[in-house]
Every structure is written in structure tokens, then in C-alpha cells.
């Protein structure tokens, strides 16, 4: 059975951190391994992604704050929120590419607020 299962969101204050988790299974082939997020009346937009070979690539809103990293072995991606702002709230999404098709989690809420 193919899943992508997402852990970790919540509601943190500004200048918080948050670390996401994303487990993939019944998934082969995998290449490339990423976040997305969607905010409220927006469209869905990357924020990382590391490609088998550990390079990554980052929304330039997130550099130097978010990091993301693979543990190949587990087939699992994170997302470390360092410095997290109010405009970081949204749904974020694990996606997984493998050479057949590109997978999605359910998502997983991220809230910054006081």
C-alpha cells in the first residue's frame, strides 16, 4: 500500500521551531523527496526538496531558516522551522518522486501565532 505519512504540525509562537517527519511506504524508485505548502486562498508552493544524490533546493522565503534532510534508509524526509513567521502558516505536504508516479501525504497544519 502506497503512503506518504506527514507528523509534526502544530501552533507555535513567532520565532518558534517545528520539525516535520514524512514517512513514505510502498513507494519504489524514489528520486527526489519534498515539502510543499498551502496557505488560505493560495496555490501550493515548494518549499524543499532534496534529490536522491542529497542535493536540495529551497523557496527563497525559507533559506536560512528551513532545512531538510533524508534518511534513506527509513524512506524518511524531514523538515526542520527554525525562526518560523506568521506568513509560514499553512497546510504542508510531503511529496515523493519516484520514476512512475509523484505521490502525496494528506498534510499536515502549521500554525504561527500569538
Known amino acids: 500500500q502506497v503512503q506518504l505519512v506527514e507528523s509534526g504540525g502544530g501552533l507555535v509562537q513567532p520565532g518558534g521551531s517545528l520539525r516535520l517527519a514524512c514517512v513514505a511506504s510502498?513507494?519504489?524508485?524514489?528520486?527526489?523527496m519534498g515539502w510543499y505548502r498551502q496557505a488560505p486562498g493560495k496555490q501550493r508552493e515548494l518549499v524543499a526538496v532534496?534529490?536522491?544524490?542529497?542535493?536540495?533546493n529551497y523557496a527563497d522565503s525559507v533559506k536560512g531558516r528551513f532545512t531538510i534532510s533524508r534518511d534513506s534508509a527509513k524512506n524518511t524526509v524531514y523538515l526542520q522551522m527554525n525562526s518560523l513567521k506568521p506568513e509560514d502558516t499553512a497546510v504542508y505536504y510531503c511529496?515523493?518522486?519516484?520514476?512512475?508516479?509523484?505521490?502525496w501525504g494528506q498534510g499536515t497544519q502549521v500554525t504561527v501565532s500569538s
Open positions: 511529496n515523493a518522486k519516484s520514476t512512475i508516479n509523484d505521490y
Open positions: 510502498g513507494i519504489f524508485r524514489i528520486y527526489a
Open positions: 532534496i534529490i536522491s544524490g542529497g542535493s536540495t
